[in-house]
């Protein structure tokens, strides 16, 4: 059946839904694709200010049979997949109510025109054909700006705030900025290397990885925290970026393939241009040109030794400085 004709079906005359009271739920369900600026800057604070138990759901899996709950007051944040429509119209009669929040101009087909089409496609697939069910539904129309407040004048909208906790809005200090600059031919370490992230990110909060990599890399990577995908860049503007940005702590494994033998030791000096030591396998390039505990570490291609290992330095900021210092040292008067 297609979402025309699903609509077409949900348009049959029912009785007239409850009004919704955000303050009688049991609990609020939000409906949302994952995390997002539009929860954290705004819903999520304006939620929390009120007291009220939260459930956060993934809005892109079906809704599992009974599911929604009687009391509930379902929150729609931006989209909503056809599959709930006729999970949300069953359930309606017995919800404290229904919300729809919006930090866009999702409901109008004017404001398409000269959107990315997959874009266009996405909000009118999940958000603009969606505007009539959410009246029938008697929704409430919750906005983040006053321009949509007043276009939307006629759904009397809630405004919400942009509100960001304080947590969310200071900068951390302490983070502790990791790095692995490989290319596409480093694609055995990539896939050694998440196993290792995924347990560093569980077990430290403070720990953020900057990767490069194609959409391939940045799909096998994107389950994990606090990990950014840069694209890859000529050298040029590597030199440039490396020359700009910082880093604490450069990553080298190294796997035993055919193709590695001929590599050189040159992250050392890329790690060293960013004020950074690095963390190398022992193998060569590494071992010979490192000094281990001088200017950078070598560590056996154990995932758990390098987990343990950046846990230790990241809890001893003296032997982090002591090892940038001694890799400056040794970038700056060359090789050897």
């Known amino acids: ?36 600026p539009s929860g954290d800057y705004l819903l999520y604070p304006w939620l929390a200010q009120r ?51 919006m930090d866009d101009d999702l409901w109008d087909p004017a404001v398409l025109q000269g959107l ?31 321009a949509l407040a007043d276009k939307y004048a006629a759904h009397t909208p809630v405004l919400l705030p942009l509100a960001p906790p304080p947590a969310l809005s200071r900068a951390q200090p302490e983070a502790l900025r990791l790095g692995y600059h490989g290319t596409a031919s480093h694609h055995t370490e990539m896939a050694w290397l998440h196993q290792v992230l995924a347990a560093l990110m569980a077990r430290s909060t403070t720990l953020h990885v900057e990767l490069f990599g194609d ?66 396998a022992d193998v060569p390039p590494y071992r010979g040109f490192v000094q281990h505990g001088q200017d950078g570490l070598l560590l056996p291609m154990d995932a758990e030794v390098w987990v343990q290992t950046l846990l230790q330095l990241s809890q001893d900021a003296d032997l982090r400085q002591r090892l940038a210092q001694g890799a400056q040292a040794r970038a700056q008067r060359g090789a050897g």
């Open 51 to 101: 007291g009220l138990a939260v459930l956060r759901c993934d809005s892109r899996q079906p809704p599992e049979a009974g599911f929604l709950q009687p009391g509930d007051f379902v929150v729609i944040l931006r989209y909503l997949p056809a599959a709930w429509l006729k999970p949300l119209s069953q359930a309606r009669a017995h919800l404290a109510g229904l919300a729809w929040f």
């Open 215 to 280: 959409l391939a890399i940045n799909r096998q990577f994107r389950d994990l925290p606090r990990v950014s995908i840069l694209h890859p860049m000529s050298w040029e503007r590597y030199q440039h970026y490396t020359a700009s940005h910082r880093l604490d702590i450069g990553l080298a494994p190294l796997q035993p393939t055919a193709f590695n033998q001929g590599r050189g030791a040159v992250k050392f000096y890329d790690y060293a241009r960013m004020g950074a030591f690095g963390v190398y």
């Open 1 to 36: 059946m297609t979402v025309r004709q699903l609509l077409r079906r949900l348009r049959a005359p029912l009785a007239s839904p409850p009004p919704s009271d955000l303050q009688a739920a049991r609990r609020v369900v939000v409906l949302e694709e994952g995390a997002s």
């Open 116 to 146: 990315p089409k997959t874009y266009a496609r996405k909000i009118s697939s999940h958000a603009l054909r969606h505007r009539n069910w959410c009246t029938q539904m008697q929704a409430q129309l919750w906005v983040s700006t006053q």
